[in-house]
């Protein structure tokens, strides 16, 4: 299973950008699918996740400004990420929770794909 994540690039503060995330392979089950970042000098963190039933969770920093979509017959998720702050400059990674049956169930992750704020 490989994950390709994209969209990534530098922006203005106030500005936009989408990050799309492809997986391919031989995953058929997916619980789960979010996108994670981690910031020079921080840990990672989940910034946002969609789950099978549809729901999404974001972390408190990016709500309002960021959401999470996904197309399950693509096996791609997005991210698409409005009024971007310096604060949200970090390489973002996408995670699928998923396999082939439940029985190989695991996370998976993509390469990252920088994304720079400029003030």
């Known amino acids: 299973v490989q994950l390709q994540a994209s969209g990534g690039g530098l922006v203005q503060a106030g500005g936009s950008l989408r990050l799309s995330c492809v997986a391919s392979?031989?995953?058929?089950?997916?619980?789960?699918m979010g996108w994670y970042r981690q910031a020079p000098g921080k840990q990672r963190e989940l910034v946002a996740a969609i789950r099978s039933d549809v729901s999404t969770s974001y972390v408190d920093s990016v709500k309002g400004r960021f959401t999470i979509s996904r197309d399950i017959a693509k096996k791609t998720v997005y991210l698409r990420m409005n009024n971007l702050q310096p604060e949200d400059t970090a390489v973002y990674y996408c995670n699928v929770d998923g396999g082939r049956s439940s029985w190989t169930r695991r996370d998976y992750w993509g390469q990252g794909t920088q994304v720079t704020v400029s003030s």
């Open positions: 392979g031989s995953i058929s089950i997916i619980y789960a």
